[in-house]
């Protein structure tokens, strides 16, 4: 079972150039979220959507954008890259039920790292 | 500022021993509380949630809510080496995302 598949999983970028991390899920589930990890930050909340066709910023919706393409896919784009965006980058997906994310998990794939130079 | 706090660590416990990590929360409003474990270079996976003021018991996990304090936190009983890795304390926001904690990184010697 492939889970929540991330492309690339490594990536240098230059400053001011951009690029789209891709996420997709084969889990039939409803949400995806979009989390970027820095030592000693924890994971902070970039994007999420909820359902397919609707998208909400998180924490740090900052210099990022975000298509939800379909109930598969969630990818996150970087317009113009900061050093700042220096980052690992993790895409996640759930079951939501009515709307609550009371008792569901958060499936994770496995990280997408990337440098800004 | 971050609406959940966790001391970052390192928690240094002996093999054997019980591992306490803490983790404290702003929202009142907040529903349900997930603690995560990720090893490193590792995507976090789910230990346990909770969402009842009390303690929730699984295997050597045990998670305890108060949320007149505000507070949720996790016991490892009988902590094994491999238990070493960072905890991550997350909450409900908002019904359908998660926010996390900066994680409390436990260490486990034999």
């Known amino acids: 079972n492939a889970g929540v598949t991330q492309t690339p999983k490594f990536q240098v970028l230059k400053t001011g150039q951009s690029m789209t991390l891709q996420c997709a899920q084969d889990?039939?589930?409803?949400?995806m979220y979009w989390y970027r990890q820095d030592p000693g930050m924890g994971l902070r909340l970039i994007y999420y959507?909820?359902?397919?066709?609707?998208?909400d910023k998180g924490e740090v919706p900052n210099g990022y954008n975000v298509s939800r393409l379909n109930k598969r896919e969630f990818s996150l784009r970087l317009e113009s890259a900061a050093p700042s965006q220096t980052s690992v980058y993790f895409c996640?997906?759930?079951?939501?039920?009515?709307?609550?994310?009371?008792?569901?998990?958060?499936?994770f794939g496995e990280g997408s790292r990337l440098t800004v130079l | 500022q971050k609406e959940v706090e966790q001391n970052s660590g390192p928690l240094s416990v002996p093999e054997g021993a019980i591992a306490s990590l803490n983790c404290t929360y702003s929202?009142?409003?907040?529903?349900?509380f997930f603690w995560y474990r990720q090893y490193s270079g590792k995507s976090p996976e789910l230990i346990m949630f909770?969402?009842?003021?009390g303690d929730k018991e699984d295997g050597r996990f045990t998670a305890q809510l108060n949320k007149a304090s505000q507070y949720v936190s996790l016991l490892i009983r009988d902590s094994q080496p491999s238990d070493s890795a960072t905890y991550l304390c997350?909450?409900?926001?908002?019904?359908?995302?998660?926010?996390f904690g900066k994680g409390t990184t436990l260490s486990v010697s034999s």
């Open positions: 996640a997906s759930s079951e939501v039920e009515g709307g609550k994310l009371d008792t569901g998990e958060l499936f």
């Open positions: 889990m039939n589930h409803n949400s």
């Open positions: 959507s909820a359902s397919e066709g609707t998208t």
């Open positions: 929202d009142r409003g907040s529903q349900s």
């Open positions: 909770i969402y009842s003021n």
């Open positions: 997350a909450v409900n926001q908002a019904g359908t995302a998660l926010i």
